[in-house]
């Protein structure tokens, strides 16, 4: 680690990240000089760069777990809808299912409620691309 007065060094290390040709733990230190407040305003690019992959890192984090979440309560949804169909077939009902606690046997209702249930599972692996998260992320963060 070099000593944070070394301006000089700073300014190479900073050239070095911006051509993508540092290491993980040159990336680390010169982190930790942006933050130690001993950086000057030249630095201001680092520091913007910087900050907002950290923000991206912590957006797209938070956002996956909802998208992952949604996903297996849809999941969810579906097989409760799958097994109550297959469940009524023993009872002689050719579909069956339980939408918002009622209970529902007509064939139309029940088809419709999963052809619902598979249109929304797929919108949101449609969601999931990573050119719909950067657009989003880049929409986001410029309206904030």
């Known amino acids: 680690m070099n000593d944070y007065s070394d301006n000089d ?3 190479a290390l900073a050239e070095r990240f911006f051509e993508a040709g540092t290491s993980e733990e040159e990336e680390r230190e010169l982190r ?3 933050a130690s407040g001993q950086a000057g305003s030249e630095f201001n690019d680092v520091r913007a ?3 907002l992959a950290a923000v991206g890192a912590r957006r797209y984090h938070r956002r996956r777990r909802r998208t992952v979440f949604l996903s297996a309560a849809a999941a969810a949804v579906v097989a409760v809808v799958m097994t109550a169909v297959s469940l ?3 009872e002689g009902d050719s579909c069956v299912a339980y939408i918002n606690g009622t209970k529902h046997t007509d064939e139309a ?3 419709a409620q999963m052809h619902s249930t598979m249109d929304e599972m797929a919108q949101q692996a449609q969601e999931l691309s ?3 998260q ?3 992320f880049f929409v986001e ?4």
């Open 134 to 136: 950067m657009d989003n």
């Open 9 to 11: 060094y700073w300014k």
């Open 32 to 34: 930790r000089f942006i």
């Open 49 to 51: 760069v910087m900050g």
């Open 109 to 111: 209702i029940v088809m």
């Open 130 to 132: 990573v050119e719909r």
């Open 88 to 90: 009524a077939a023993d």
């Open 141 to 144: 963060s410029f309206n904030n």
